[in-house]
């Protein structure tokens, strides 16, 4: 008997059980792709508003659900644009309602309210209020990035409040203690400064510890630096609480992102002070993690920053932070950055945030060094070299965008 026949297997059989063979031995060795966990539904646009459920809602639907609230804690970071966008539209859209809002701003103290009055008598222009509000000495951000607020405030006739602290009176805290405020100064604190819950608390710690030069070990500069949180947070809540009072409206606040964010801030010293207070937090998405806790809604708005440099630098939470705008004749555009670029690094600094430029600059200005990106343009790694900080770059040919030789660093997304 051959071996054909002893096995009892024909040329088409063995070939069959052969393919069966393969296929049995590919699923065993293929792994089943489990999809990136859903948490937005949807691939937003700059301003797009988002559910903490992740779906996208409609301006009409923000604005049902701020005409159900008490007060209304809108985040910013104050340098963006389109946080600024969003809350002018969100503003206008309520103040066309029959339950229009009054307004309360972190960025004006309530040293300042008498000249807010004298503009809601129309007693000052729009224009003049950098002026009547020592605007530069007391916030400092640009005013322009403002100004489409105040005026939906004056053309809709909306009470407006300061609700902060004097900057001086936080300084001082800082610096030495409540013991350190005289007694005209103490008049400005909030009747009760509230503490930080426990997750807040460790929150602040972990920014303190972040803060270029703090000393990790200086117990009284850490609590100095929760006590002045606090009273921000406690004096804008009493504030918005007596705007609640006085006009009997609904309360529209503005306050950094750091103010609003999971309730921990003033939210939690309004339900203090106004007990059953309705409160919606609104909150900006930078992309990236979504957070649903950090808000009630939510709205998209990557982190950007008009750098003094000349460039327009957004962080849309991938790693690197993208050019978005050059200023031609400027010291990004001499030194070679163009709109499209990635900066992955900043002089040894890795930039996934903002927050890590900041970094990157206080660690090149106390070197006395140039200030150099590792930056990424399509599939090449290059170096840019802007100089040292504060002194212009004379030529543009001498600071031109050059390749990296070690380029082996794979592109991060």
């Not at 809601?120 to 729009?126: A, D, S, Y």
């Not at 808000?295 to 440099?309: H, R």
């Not at 400027?330 to 996934?352: C, I, M, T, W, Y």
Request: glycine residues 10%.
């Amino acid at each position: 008997m051959n071996d054909r026949n002893r096995c009892g297997t024909g040329p088409g059989l063995t070939a069959l059980a052969l393919l069966a063979a393969l296929i049995l031995g590919l699923g065993a060795c293929a792994k089943r792709v489990e999809p990136p966990r859903l948490d937005v539904t949807f691939l937003p646009q700059k301003g797009d508003f988002v559910s903490k459920y992740g779906d996208q809602l409609g301006l009409a639907e923000i604005t049902a659900m701020a005409r159900g609230a008490d007060y209304i804690l809108v985040g910013e970071g104050h340098r963006n644009v389109w946080d600024h966008k969003v809350q002018q539209t969100l503003l206008a859209a309520l103040a066309a309602t029959d339950r229009p809002p009054s307004v309360g701003l972190e960025m004006v103290p309530v040293t300042k309210q008498h000249e807010l009055d004298d503009f809601c008598k129309g007693q000052v222009e729009v224009d003049d209020l950098p002026e009547e509000l020592q605007w530069t000495t007391t916030w400092g951000y640009p005013f322009s990035l403002f100004r489409p607020l105040f005026a939906i405030i004056r053309r809709d006739s909306l009470p407006v409040a300061g609700l902060n602290v004097p900057s001086s009176v936080a300084r001082k805290v800082a610096r030495e203690g409540l013991g350190g405020l005289g007694e005209d100064e103490r008049a400005w604190l909030p009747r009760e400064i509230v503490p930080p819950a426990p997750e807040q608390a460790a929150l602040l710690d972990e920014i303190y510890a972040r803060h270029e030069g703090a000393d990790a070990d200086n117990a009284t500069a850490r609590e100095r630096f929760r006590l002045v949180q606090s009273i921000w947070d406690s004096k804008m809540a009493e504030e918005a609480v007596r705007l609640r009072k006085e006009y009997d409206w609904p309360v529209f606040v503005v306050a950094g992102t750091g103010h609003v964010e999971r309730g921990w801030g003033i939210a939690r010293r309004i339900r203090r002070f106004d007990p059953g207070a309705r409160i919606l937090l609104v909150m900006p998405w930078r992309g990236g993690e979504f957070d649903a806790d950090a808000g009630d809604v939510f709205f998209y708005s990557p982190d950007s920053y008009n750098s003094k440099m000349g460039a327009l630098l957004t962080d849309d939470g991938r790693s690197g932070l993208l050019v978005e705008r050059v200023t031609r004749g400027s010291r990004a555009d001499k030194a070679g950055l163009r709109p499209g670029d990635v900066l992955l690094e900043a002089s040894g600094v890795v930039l996934d945030h903002l927050y890590d430029l900041h970094r990157a600059g206080f660690k090149v200005h106390e070197a006395d060094a140039p200030l150099v990106f590792k930056i990424r343009r399509g599939n090449e790694l290059l170096a840019v070299d802007v100089g040292r900080l504060g002194v212009a770059k004379p030529k543009a040919a001498e600071s031109a965008a050059k390749p990296v030789r070690d380029a082996s660093a794979p592109a991060k997304e």
